[in-house]
């Protein structure tokens, strides 16, 4: 069975560019959660989708920050226009229930702004 | 002050070695407390969930104890397969989400 997977696994943009970051979780999972790690920092959440709802977006950090899941399936994280702040490493995770013991994670995308 | 505190480290210790790790939280309404591993520019993963009563998988054994909003993992005998990031992880009181602590970097040397 295919695990969590994003895309890109890395993407190098320059300040006030755009970028999409992409999320398919495990196939029938609803919960799917975007979560963020800056350099030096601790993993932080971001937001929680239930299906199409958005269930938690406190941790968005601005409204540069904009996620979708059309349809329930995958999720996109678009940054616009991107600061050099943005920059780290975006997680997503999925799961069934919400449960953290049936939860799985992404292997993330690295972002770099510069 | 961090919702969830740990010592980042690094540990180094020799193969066969015990180490252990400690954390605390803030939120003492926390529900639910796991201790994550996250190799090298990989994804985090769950190692263990941690209870009350201590619970033990082979070499690892996690312990919480609620009233001083502490937990612990120890690693027994250790491999160098065990080097990596130790990340300490609470189930946010009223919340449906994760809160991380920065992680503990153990390097087990030959």
């Known amino acids: 069975e295919a695990g969590v997977t994003q895309f890109p696994s890395h993407s190098v943009i320059e300040k006030g560019q755009t970028v999409t970051l992409r999320c398919d979780p495990i196939s029938g999972h609803d919960n799917l959660y975007w979560y963020r790690r800056v350099m030096g920092k601790e993993i932080k959440f971001l937001l929680h989708f239930v299906k199409e709802s958005k269930q938690d977006e406190s941790g968005m950090p601005n409204n540069r920050f904009l996620a979708e899941r059309t349809g329930g399936t995958y999720s996109t994280l678009k940054v616009q226009p991107a600061e050099l702040e943005d920059s780290g490493v975006y997680f997503c995770?999925?799961?069934?229930?919400?449960?953290?013991?049936?939860?799985?994670f992404g292997q993330g995308t690295r972002l770099t702004v510069v | 002050r961090k919702e969830v505190e740990q010592d980042p480290g690094p540990f180094n210790v020799p193969e066969g070695a015990t180490v252990a790790f400690n954390c605390t939280y803030s939120?003492?309404?926390?529900?639910?407390f796991f201790w994550y591993r996250q190799d090298c520019r990989k994804e985090p993963k769950l190692l263990m969930s941690v209870y009350s009563s201590g619970n033990e998988d082979g070499r690892f054994t996690a312990q919480l104890n609620r009233a001083s909003q502490y937990i612990s993992l120890l690693i027994r005998d250790s491999k160098l397969s065990d080097s990596a990031t130790y990340l300490c992880v609470v189930f946010g009181g009223a919340t449906n989400k994760l809160i991380f602590g920065t992680g503990t970097l153990l390097a087990v040397q030959p």
């Open positions: 995770a999925s799961s069934q229930v919400p449960r953290w013991t049936e939860a799985f």
């Open positions: 939120n003492s309404a926390s529900q639910s």
